[in-house]
């Protein structure tokens, strides 16, 4: 049973990861889009 537990912390941890770095990464193309559309206008 405590297999069972450990996998399934495991999973949660890695789709955690997951979205983390994702919307971190979207965040940071609207900034660098931001940036870009500020210092061409």
């Known amino acids: 049973m405590e297999k069972k537990d450990w996998k399934g912390w495991m999973r949660r941890l890695g789709v955690a990861g997951f979205l983390f770095f994702l919307i971190k ?9 931001g940036a870009w559309e500020a210092g061409c206008n």
């Open 25 to 33: 990464g979207l965040i940071w193309l609207a900034i660098f889009w």
